[in-house]
């Protein structure tokens, strides 16, 4: 059995955020004051954590949210940042700076709900959820690639230090690897990814999660805390499980949009 985690982060606030208008891919809005102070309090919170690989979004929104949680890290702060387009936000074509509202008005003149209408030239919710599938086949091919080859040079089973820096700040509970030592002789993590990304897409991640991957989710999660918009610099964590000679992963989440880290932040009034 071959296992990684994977710690899904959404940027920090902008100033379009807060005044609730769509951003998407068109406009490049950098952090406000909170967002900056939301990315250095979740920097803080994961500054114990040990990640292996670092992949953001290529919009300025993500790339100084990882550039701020990076500079508080004890373990990560000169890892290199691959920047991808595929972690990019949905596209809201002609609805790109407009208020939300009146992408509602347009869906609602269209006989349909947000977030299912499309805009014209938006992405529909099947090609961002693509998008997120397309690169995490990519992640685990890469994270399956680089354990076998470091099975091939080193006798040494992979650390337990990437998993207890994980389980000191997220409730991992059965998917710790302590107790799956005890219980079933699983190895420890071979990896630990951080993805900082956008709320719209880490919407449509969590959907082919958990329609595609059948991704078990903590039972006290409700179905609308699963459909829900992450906050600004919400976390969400997978241990994600390869079996031999198995092509499918299967997933645990261990915690959906966590923003225990955002109490003190300050808001900009």
């Known amino acids: 059995m071959t296992r990684f985690a994977l710690t899904v ?3 920090g606030e902008t100033r379009l955020n807060k005044e609730k208008i769509l951003q998407g891919q068109g406009i490049d809005e950098p952090l406000s004051e909170t967002g900056f102070k939301q990315a250095a309090a979740a920097g803080i919170f994961l500054n114990n954590v040990k990640f292996t690989h670092v992949f953001s979004s290529d919009l300025m929104r ?3 949210t990882v550039h701020g949680i ?13 920047y991808d387009s595929r972690l990019r ?3 809201y074509g ?9 992408l509602r008005a347009m869906a ?11 805009p014209p030239g938006g992405e529909t919710l099947d090609q961002v959820k693509m998008r ?7 992640l685990c091919q890469l994270i399956l690639k680089e354990a076998g080859q470091n099975e091939q040079f080193s006798q040494e089973a992979p650390s337990d230090c990437l998993e207890s820096s994980l389980a000191e700040i997220f409730p991992l509970g059965k998917n710790c690897a302590s107790k799956f030592h005890s219980d079933s002789g699983a190895p420890g993590l071979v990896a630990s990814v951080l993805v900082v990304s956008h709320g719209a897409y880490m919407r449509s991640l969590l959907d082919y999660f958990l329609t595609d991957l059948k991704c078990s989710f903590p039972v006290t999660l409700s179905r609308s805390e699963l459909t829900s918009v992450s906050p600004n610099t919400g976390m969400s964590v997978f241990i994600i ?5 198995e092509v499918k992963p299967t997933a645990q989440c261990v915690c959906v949009n966590l923003q225990g880290h955002l109490t003190g932040v300050t808001k900009t009034h």
Do not use: I, Y
């Open 89 to 91: 936000e949905r596209k």
């Open 70 to 82: 990076l500079e508080k890290s004890k373990f990560c702060k000169d890892m290199t940042v691959k």
């Open 9 to 11: 982060v959404r940027h």
């Open 132 to 138: 997120g599938k397309d690169f995490f086949e990519f």
């Open 62 to 64: 993500t790339k100084q």
């Open 108 to 118: 609602k003149a269209a006989g349909q709900e947000c977030p299912v209408f499309t």
């Open 241 to 245: 499980n390869f079996e031999k000679g």
């Open 94 to 102: 002609v609805a790109e700076g407009w208020p939300l509202s009146e």
